[in-house]
């Protein structure tokens, strides 16, 4: 791998996680119903994803495997965003993005409970680390705190575990569409689950009584925005780069996400965090990150 590949990888990968980190503010902008934002950036980002495997690939067969895979991604993510949205309305899409990383420590227990992996130092640490942080950020006022900011929080969190689930069942959709004789590119997958989740949303709507239609071309703008760069553009970055840089280098550059998110509530939504609330910020930070490591040993054990 050449210092150049690297670096632009590095550039895009930042870039992609930055990207991520603003979808919070752009759900809080088009100030629709949670839920009716989800299908929409669903909807709209899976019409752009069949565009673009339409144009390059064209569409291939999927093996049964496969099929009996692509579900999970699609219920997950749906539940995901139904959750995370809720969540950015209750606590503001800083928090409610840092909660979301989480997803760290539930695919650690994954690898646990479906796999076989043992938990490392790393983990256990990290673990510390990140609660300490959130008691930093919440913990000393949490009894004083109104009812619905606590639902944010446990909305923030769960979004993490249903992340976990999206992140498993997508990774595995993909290997099984590998598999098959045409190979099925990773954009016709992600199309497939995007359509899904949308479906999903829909019918969750539906149930809430939400209104879905926008009530502006702004607003249309806003959802167009997150779908083709919130949701495509950024993941299409992100999984592009994961192929050339090392984990824990991917991992430490995620952390934009939240820290963008984190930012974007201090400069727009006029959020005044306290000391006390910055060191949370940076500590919780720090515990998702090492969470997130992987040893030597590790990476030898997945290249072998």
């Known amino acids: 791998m050449t210092t150049t590949s690297r670096s632009l ?18 759900v809080r902008l088009t100030q629709m119903p949670p839920t ?27 093996p049964k495997s496969a099929w009996r895979w692509l579900p999970v991604p699609m219920l997950a993510f749906a539940v995901d965003l139904w959750m995370w949205h809720k969540s950015i309305l209750l606590v503001g899409p800083g928090l409610s ?7 760290v420590f539930f695919m650690a227990l994954a690898g646990v409970l479906l796999f076989g992996e043992r938990l490392s130092w790393r983990f256990l640490a990290g673990v510390v680390l990140a609660f300490f942080g959130l008691w930093l950020l919440l913990g000393a006022g949490w009894a004083s705190l109104p009812a619905q900011y606590r639902w944010g929080v446990w909305l923030g969190l769960a ?44 019918l969750l709507g539906w149930a809430e009584g939400e209104a879905f239609a ?40 995620l952390l934009a996400q939240p820290i963008v998110a984190y930012l974007l ?36 054990a997945q290249e072998a």
């Open 265 to 300: 509530d201090v400069l727009v939504l006029d959020l005044v965090p306290t000391p006390r609330q910055w060191a949370g910020l940076a500590v919780s930070l720090a515990g998702i990150f090492v969470a997130g490591m992987k040893s030597r040993q590790d990476h030898a």
């Open 159 to 202: 979004t993490g575990l249903a992340y976990a689930a999206y992140n498993i069942g997508i990774k595995r959709s993909q290997h099984e569409a590998a598999t098959g004789k045409a190979r099925a590119p990773v954009e016709q997958v992600l199309c497939l689950a995007a359509f899904g989740s949308a479906l999903c949303l829909g």
């Open 214 to 253: 926008p009530p502006s071309m702004q607003v249309w703008g806003i959802l167009l925005a997150l779908a083709a760069v919130g949701h495509c553009l950024s993941w299409i970055l992100i999984s592009r780069s994961m192929v050339v840089l090392p984990v824990a280098l991917a991992g430490l550059l």
């Open 97 to 103: 993005t840092l909660l979301a990383n989480a997803q």
């Open 36 to 62: 009716a934002v989800a299908f929409w950036r669903m909807l709209l980002a899976g019409l752009l994803l069949a565009a673009l495997v339409q144009a390059r690939h064209g569409w291939q067969p999927l």
């Open 9 to 26: 990888a590095t550039t895009e990968l930042l870039i992609g996680a930055a990207i991520i980190g603003s979808n919070g503010l752009m």
